[in-house]
């Protein structure tokens, strides 16, 4: 009979240490889902302004009284000419 014997050599991790990577995790996952919501808004506040006056907005600032809250818009790259949004690259 062969017996193995399995020696962990990982050092036992730190609860408060996981605890707070964990933590820090959810808090970028959530600020992620809110720019991706607030994205989605935005592009529906693009296509009501060239409804309504039949051209993109030159800046999202042209936008901000049809999104009805505040958000960080440096967070965005707006092209005018096409009326394209997108997340920045970070």
Known sequence: ?????????DKPKNPVAVYGDTMINSYEKGKKAGETGNLDALRK??????ALHDAYP???DDVK???GSEMDLT?????P???TIGLKAR
């Open 58 to 60: 030159q800046t999202l």
């Open 75 to 79: 967070l965005y790259d707006y092209d």
């Open 45 to 50: 506040a693009i296509a009501t302004y060239h």
């Open 65 to 67: 009284p049809l999104v």
């Open 1 to 9: 009979m062969m017996t193995f014997v399995v020696a962990c050599q």
């Open 81 to 83: 000419q096409r009326g």
